[in-house]
């Protein structure tokens, strides 16, 4: 069965995710793509022989579509979310899965009420072959008890739009999905320390770096450097200390060049080439469990609300500069295993 699918939002990652769709993954096409921007949405439909929207709501009752891609900006997730349940169409959902808990509780109740899984949340890092290793490496108990993890969160640029918050809702939101899938356990505790040097390359309104504290229920300490205009490339690094070995993610070039000069590789630009082949994976398994319609898995609307309290925390750091706790709800039977 080909899944027909309905794409929301036509920017950066939205167009990524649509030639992926057509083009890499199998069991799919996308039939439909709506953006509040008509000239993307009507040019993106010319080109993919796709029908234009420009309301979610009208993608999503569309019978040309079976399933939902939600790759509009994290604010508009809440609603276009809750519209795709209530049209019974599955969910693919970009992250955030929305930038407040408040806003995800609501799509926790909705999806809880219908007893099915209905929601894949775009958290790719979970099925990139690097971390998935640092995993297999913590579980194997090759680095015992493990203390301590240093991240690094690097992008060569942002957009003007892009705020300070999102740093930590936007950006983060990564490290503190994977933090809780690598050490499967729950973040209780964030700080955000602003370094008193700022970056000339950062706009007048952006505090960057960051550095951000996190502690897991066990006491893992966690250091994550979010760099979001270093010019450098898209860099992005993890390193679990444990108490018997370091285990880390390696630079991801397949090759190297030795001249006169040196030695050198290729450095990724952003996170589309960084992260392909997990984006490629995530896209599939999606795809396949709709095609079976089975109930979703990989990452659920309940790692968006672990990942938009932990963000709630840091948002009031980053005003307070203080620490600030993570309340832990219980977890509703529908995510269990939770993490
Ligand atoms: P973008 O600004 O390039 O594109 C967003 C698009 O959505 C724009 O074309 C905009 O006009 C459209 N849009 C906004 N509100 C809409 C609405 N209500 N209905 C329909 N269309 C709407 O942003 P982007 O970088 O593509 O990011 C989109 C989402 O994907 C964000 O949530 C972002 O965090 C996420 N993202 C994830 C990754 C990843 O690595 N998983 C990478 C990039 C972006
Ligand atoms: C963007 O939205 C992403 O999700 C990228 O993976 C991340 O590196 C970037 O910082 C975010 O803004």
Redesign the pocket.
């Known amino acids: 069965m080909t899944v027909n699918i309905g794409i929301?939002?036509?920017?950066?990652?939205?167009q990524d995710h649509l030639k992926r769709l057509n083009h890499t993954v199998s069991g799919a096409q996308v039939t439909a793509v709506?953006?509040?921007?008509h000239a993307?949405a009507d040019n993106t439909a010319a080109e993919y022989s796709a029908a234009a929207f420009y309301h979610?709501d009208d993608l999503i009752n569309s019978p040309l579509v079976d399933a939902v891609f939600i790759?509009?900006?994290?604010p508009?997730?809440k609603a276009?979310i809750l519209s795709a349940f209530r049209a019974g169409k599955p969910v693919f959902c970009?992250?955030?899965l929305t930038p407040t808990a408040d806003e995800a509780q609501a799509i926790i109740d909705a999806e809880v009420a219908s007893g099915k899984r209905l929601l894949q949340l775009?958290f790719?890092r979970r099925f990139d072959p690097g971390y998935q290793a640092l995993k297999q490496a913590i579980q194997g108990g090759e680095l015992g008890n493990i203390l301590l993890m240093h991240c690094a969160h690097r992008n060569p640029a942002v957009p003007e739009s892009y705020t300070t918050e999102m740093a930590i809702n936007?950006s983060a939101t990564?490290e503190i999905d994977i933090i809780r899938y690598l050490l499967n356990e729950n973040i209780v505790a964030v700080r955000v320390d602003k370094p008193a040097k700022k970056s000339r390359r950062a706009c007048a309104h952006l505090r960057d770096p960051l550095i951000v504290i996190f502690e897991t229920e066990s006491g893992v300490r966690i250091d994550d450097e979010l760099f979001v205009n270093c010019d450098y490339g898209y860099d992005i690094r993890c390193e679990v200390v444990g108490e018997n070995a370091i285990a880390g993610l390696t630079e991801q070039a397949a090759t190297w060049t030795r001249a006169s000069t040196g030695l050198s590789h290729a450095i990724s630009r952003s996170?589309m080439e960084r992260?392909a082949i997990a984006y490629d994976r995530e896209v599939q398994c999606f795809i396949d469990h709709v095609s079976r319609s089975a109930a979703l898995s990989g990452p659920s609307a309940w790692d968006g609300y672990m990942v938009a309290l932990v963000c709630d925390a840091g948002l009031a750091s980053l005003k307070t500069g203080q620490r600030h706790d993570v309340a832990l709800p219980v977890c509703p039977a529908l995510y269990l295993p939770a993490l």
């Open positions: 929301i939002g036509l920017g950066m990652i939205g709506c953006d509040i921007n993307m979610a790759c509009s900006i994290g508009a997730h276009q970009e992250k955030p775009g790719m936007d990564h996170c992260f």
